[in-house]
């Protein structure tokens, strides 16, 4: 099952209310990725120690009359179709409308575990009145006021319950890696160079791919799936259902993939949606390839690659330890380098560390720089061991956990990459009672 948790339900029933206190309305729940498609269309939320993507379904509905009903029933269907678990939001203060059991019915009719949320119940009239929507015929429905947060822990609950476990791992150990960026960065066009065929449709028009496509790679010794996502456009672009389809498979793909090459356009730089892509691909613990696309038709001087670099990394800062390929996948220049750079944070990304090398070694860089006091109180870490998830996460035993600033714990995970080859990967870090 994937880690897809949409929103669904007519407009103005609260959905995007309910969506911002799940991303950003309560220190459990954090980060908030915004500016793909519209502000806040995803998140990531974590809740009950998993965490998932929240895709609110709401901003996507066209303005026209006539086909507004029709734009909702597409996207519930592309709902059902792509997430794993769906909340199906309903009003307490307007009860059941007609477009409310048009969507009860095609939500019965899907094998997705389905919760309704009844909102806006704030008072106990409204409690009465929430009953009603038993009728609509969901085992699980829960009450709450979005806007206060009352019901919302008991549904995030629920939701959790139903979802994979963040730590499993996929049987498949073939490495899966997503081509994804802007539409018409050339995602198409490196898919396939490096499979040797009209794969995919290549054309100049932006959003020229609507579906993710997977195909294996097996040449030279190497073996993986790429798996080629369609464009992830900006906010004013997207005015179908089609691109609104092609974005829920551009964050599957993601939730899908080990690593995401992150097509850049050396034209153009890295813009704020690719920040976003790659924003989402950090908290999601994905390997991270940059690809520099285009790259042959740029004016080149001594330093112009460095320099490019250079003013990447300032953006993507604190994160800069990964790799950047400059490619040209129409040329076909140096993309064999960007195969051989996703293989190696796949493993990277892979490696278990022996507990008695961590503790020696980080324990060493502890010794030589141990954690600042907190009110007089002196923190010991004794004892560091790798978690048991799918990315490089390690926990930390301490005596007063809650009191390690974060300088320090930026300090550990710098000792972290120093010692270790943990390029392209992000890293975990806890700290632990003792």
């Known amino acids: 099952m994937t880690n897809i948790v949409a929103i669904v339900g007519r407009p103005n029933v609260g959905k995007s209310t309910f969506y911002n206190r799940m991303v950003g309305g309560r220190p459990a729940i954090v980060d908030d990725v915004s500016g793909v498609t519209r502000d806040r269309m995803y998140g990531t939320c974590e809740w009950n120690g998993k965490s998932f ?7 996507f509905v066209r303005d026209s009359e006539e086909i507004f009903e029709v734009a909702i029933r597409d996207q519930v269907k592309i709902a059902i179709e792509e997430a794993g678990v769906i909340i199906f939001m309903v009003d307490v203060s307007t009860g059941i409308t007609d477009l409310d059991d048009q969507m009860a019915q095609m939500l019965r009719r899907s094998d997705k575990p389905v919760l309704l949320a009844v909102n806006k119940v704030d008072n106990h009239q409204r409690l009465l009145d929430a009953n009603e929507f038993w009728s609509l015929g969901f085992e699980e429905t829960h009450f709450l006021a979005s806007i206060s947060g009352s019901g919302t822990g008991d549904l995030l609950d629920a939701v959790t319950e139903k979802l994979a476990d963040d730590a499993s791992v996929d049987d498949d150990d073939m490495p899966k890696f997503a081509i994804v960026g802007r539409p018409n960065v050339g995602k198409s066009s490196l898919a396939n160079a490096l499979l040797g065929e009209e794969r995919n449709i290549v054309t100049p028009i932006a959003g020229t791919t609507r579906d993710t496509i997977n195909s294996t ?11 080629d996502t369609a464009g992830i456009r900006k906010k004013r672009k997207v005015n179908e259902d089609l691109e609104f389809y092609s974005v829920m498979r551009a964050i599957r793909a993601i939730e899908d993939c080990d690593v995401i090459l992150l097509m850049i356009d050396a034209q153009t730089g890295m813009e704020a949606q690719d920040m976003s892509i790659f924003n989402l691909a950090k908290k999601r613990n994905k390997g991270i390839v940059i690809l520099v696309n285009k790259w042959d038709l740029m004016d080149k001087e001594t330093n112009t690659a460095r320099d490019f670099e ?7 800062a604190p994160f800069v330890d ?17 195969v051989e750079a996703g293989l190696a944070v796949f493993e990277n990304r892979s490696q278990k560390i ?3 090398v961590l503790n020696e070694v980080i324990g060493d860089a502890i010794e030589a720089y141990e954690p600042p006091s907190h009110r007089g109180k002196f923190i010991k870490i004794k004892y560091i061991t790798q978690l048991p998830t799918y990315y490089p996460a390690f ?4 005596n007063y956990p809650k009191h390690i600033k974060e300088s320090y714990r930026n300090y550990l995970e710098n000792q972290l990459r120093k010692n270790f080859n943990f390029k392209g990967v992000p890293i975990g870090i806890f700290f632990r009672k003792k």
């Open 217 to 227: 790679y097996s040449k030279f010794g190497k073996e993986f799936m790429i798996i």
């Open 395 to 398: 926990a930390f035993f301490c």
């Open 310 to 316: 250079k003013e990447m990394k300032k953006k993507m």
């Open 354 to 356: 022996k507990t008695s």
């Open 53 to 59: 993507t929240v895709v609110d379904t709401g901003g």
């Open 322 to 338: 990964l790799p950047i390929v400059f490619i040209s996948a129409l040329e076909k220049q140096r993309i064999f380098k960007a």
